[in-house]
């Protein structure tokens, strides 16, 4: 397999690493610059062609505290339970979506569960980035522990219209009684019909 070496453009804009860079489709078919490659969880995700198919896995086979990045590429991202963001220094990043309108993010999350958020950041110097996070109904898009020091999400959209409507949608929540420090939370969007919960709770 010819492996894509043109890392300029979107490529050349993912964070730059000492740590490794893992990639994840939306879907176990999915497309690079024109060619149609196949998702599994037994790629190594270590470049955009062998990509992994699930978050869960990428985070499971990243190192804390290396800066290990996790992009998940253009389209629907969805799963069926939590994703925990249990080791500190991990970036989750979508395709940088460049200026304009923050809504118009590249890759989407969300979950097919009944009633949990879709990230649960439990470690410190996490990064979470140009996404676009749709969460269900009476739960949140992102959870942050206690744990959560130094948190930054930034560049990310949240659409709370389209679950129903419910004061328990969130998009952000703090959920531990103790709030983590120097969470950082800039240039993000919140769509909601006024009926929904707090964007940042």
């Known amino acids: 397999m010819a492996f894509i070496t043109k890392y300029g453009g979107f490529w050349g804009m993912i964070p730059q690493t000492a740590g490794r860079v893992y990639w994840v489709a939306p879907a176990a078919s999915y497309t690079v ?23 869960a896995r990428a985070v499971a086979l990243a190192t804390a505290s290396v800066g290990d990045v996790i992009v998940l590429l253009p389209g629907v991202h969805s799963w069926a339970a939590s994703v925990a963001l249990s080791k500190a220094g991990l970036t989750i990043t979508g395709l940088p979506s460049g200026a304009g309108n923050p809504r118009r993010q590249r890759a989407s999350i969300t979950t097919t569960a009944t009633n949990d958020e879709i990230i649960n950041v439990t470690a410190a110097d ?10 269900i109904t009476a739960a949140s898009g992102i959870d942050l522990t206690a744990a959560a020091d130094r948190l930054y999400i930034h560049d990310c959209s949240f659409d709370m219209e ?11 929540d703090s959920i531990a009684t103790a709030a983590a420090r120097n969470v950082v939370i800039e240039r993000c969007y ?3 019909d006024g009926a929904q919960g707090a964007a940042i709770k």
């Open 190 to 192: 919140f769509e909601a």
């Open 126 to 135: 996490c990064e979470i980035a140009y996404l676009h996070v749709i969460p």
């Open 162 to 172: 389209t679950p129903a409507v419910d004061a328990g949608t969130v998009g952000i």
């Open 33 to 55: 610059e024109g060619r149609t490659y196949v998702a599994s969880d037994d790629n190594d995700g270590l470049s955009p062609e062998l990509a992994l198919l699930t978050l």
